[in-house]
Nanobody, 117 residues
Framework: VQLVESGGGLVQAGGSLRLSCAASGIFFSNNAVAWYRQAPGKQRALVAGIDSSGNTNYGDSVRGRFTISRDNAKNTVYLQMNSLEPEDTAVYYC????????????WGQGTQVTVSS
């Protein structure tokens, strides 16, 4: 299983970014996929997840600002991040799961998102 994140970078507060997670080596459409993030000195935390039926869940701090979506034809999951805040600065990881609330079985290498104030 290979998960490759892209789209991270430096953005000013209030701006937007879109992260992508391209998957290979799995039956993508049958898997749930989630985004997690880890800031320095903090534990890795769930940002958003989407299952094979399109059901989603979000962390409390991003609900209403971030949107997760998937394109099964492209084996890709996206995370649209709007109204970014400095507190969103972290390494963002893509993870594959069997179900929306399962523990991830595969992880990407991560992409850095930095939001300047």
């Amino acid at each position: 299983v290979q998960l490759v994140e892209s789209g991270g970078g430096l953005v000013q507060a209030g701006g937007s970014l879109r992260l992508s997670c391209a998957a290979s080596g799995i039956f993508f459409s049958n898997n749930a996929v989630a985004w997690y993030r880890q800031a320095p000195g903090k534990q890795r935390a769930l940002v958003a997840g989407i299952d094979s039926s399109g059901n989603t869940n979000y962390g409390d701090s991003v609900r209403g600002r971030f949107t997760i979506s998937r394109d099964n034809a492209k084996n890709t999951v996206y995370l649209q991040m709007n109204s970014l805040e400095p507190e969103d600065t972290a390494v963002y990881y893509c993870a594959a799961k069997n179900f929306l609330f399962s523990v991830p079985h595969s992880w990407g290498q991560g992409t850095q998102v930095t939001v300047s104030s």
